[in-house]
């Protein structure tokens, strides 16, 4: 992986399963969508790293209380367990950019 390279993984849901290799996972800055789930099912539990492990949460980055990365070589990666409510605002925003866009087309998901 080249300095200064993102990695963004979905899917680590569950235990036993996994998407980076672990040496990746050691080495780089991670960004998880929650520590406890993380650690007990995530990317933390897949490469046997621990709470502290964990170099901030999407929040604290997003929020500015942490930094997103520690200098322009420094290897990151966002691994998020994959929280309902992150799929619904992607979603949203998805939805919305294309109504501006005047794509898509409407569907009633009720019936």
Do not use: C, F, I, N
């Not at 789930?37 to 539990?45: F, I, R």
């Not at 490469?47 to 942490?66: I, K, N, P, Y």
């Not at 309902?84 to 949203?92: E, H, I």
């Amino acid at each position: 992986m080249p300095p200064g390279s993102q990695v963004t993984s979905l899917g680590a849901d569950e235990p036993g399963k996994a998407e980076l290799g672990a040496e990746l996972l050691r080495r780089a800055r991670l960004v998880v969508d929650d520590v406890p789930l993380a650690t007990e099912m995530g990317v933390l539990a897949q490469a046997g790293r621990e709470v502290r492990d964990a170099a901030a949460t999407l929040r604290e980055v997003l929020r500015g209380e942490a930094p997103g990365r520690g200098g322009d070589a420094e290897v990151t990666v966002y691994a998020p367990v994959g929280l309902p409510w992150q799929d619904l605002a992607v979603g949203w925003a998805a939805y919305r950019a294309a109504r501006h866009a005047g794509r898509g087309r409407e569907a009633d998901l009720l019936r």
